[in-house]
């Protein structure tokens, strides 16, 4: 794949990115020097080193307003360096930066460089979530650790840019520039795959009903519950969907509702409109876990392959041989 340059007017000077956004192991902060050129990436998964230090670039969270899981996929990194390629051992940082190519169905581009979607627990908890929506989702999501970056997520969802254009991604690639020289680097994969398959906010159409994370919790009713709740679950989302009014005199409402408190501890079930909520904490929370899950991209840099051997045979050539003369 050929990536285009971003225009212009996306690249400008950051020059606080690594004090803002800090190290993190093997997955830190995106630090960038000035460049004229982008590298070019290279055939298949090995992407050829860049031609002058790495480029600066937009930030994707302030390109595309991205603040909270609902609006964004994730990215994490994972750096494995054979035989000592490179010493001292690289992080994404000065050496190694992540650039996204993300592309819409018009085939315009915009080129970033992802931040951190938290530093530590405390901002996972209050900024990537909200205290109250991790309330919500108690035993269903832990803390996976410091090193995952916002990216945005190409699901459907549509960002207003600060040119005030609409932007729909429909697909990410990422590449990395680099500081090294005669390195190859090997980047797995090469596009981001989107995982969130729809949005829970700002709100749920009856065909999101078919898709995997509603599906996964209709089936979840029926294996804590039974088939019955299942249907009854499942037609009062349609029903909810078609603005009917849900009722608490149901014979199935006590039940379900006793299996939804059990799949979803944080929520208080005290009537049947609860049944939303902790519906919205059970897609949300098995969403954040698909992201994780499919986040990571491992770069290898390693030294190029030895030349061919070259073989030099010698072959000797045999005189003619030499026929007797005889005299008559």
Known sequence: MTLRPASPYLRFMLGGLAASLGLAGAASATVATPAAADPVEGSGPTQSESTLPPGTYVSCTAYFGLTKYSESDLASYAVDVVDDAVTPEPVIGTDLVPVLTVTDASDETVECTPDLAWTDETSWGSSYFSSSALAEMIGLVTYPGPGYYLIPATFGFSYTTPDTTTFTPVSTSIRFENTYTNKVITVVPTTVPPTADGVFAPGVELADLDNSYFTDLFDAVETTGNAAQRAYFEQWWADRLDLVTCSDSDPLYP????????????????????????????????????????????????????????????????????IPAFAG
Do not use: H, M, R, W
């Open 255 to 322: 039940s379900t509702g006793v299996t939804l408190q059990t799949l979803v501890p944080g929520v208080a079930i005290t009537g049947c409109d609860d049944f939303y909520g902790s519906s919205k904490a059970f897609y949300e929370a098995a969403q954040f876990n698909v992201k994780i899950a499919a986040s990571l991209i491992t770069i290898t840099i390693a030294d190029p392959p030895p030349p061919p051997t070259t073989t030099t045979t010698t072959t000797t050539v045999q005189p003619d041989p030499v």
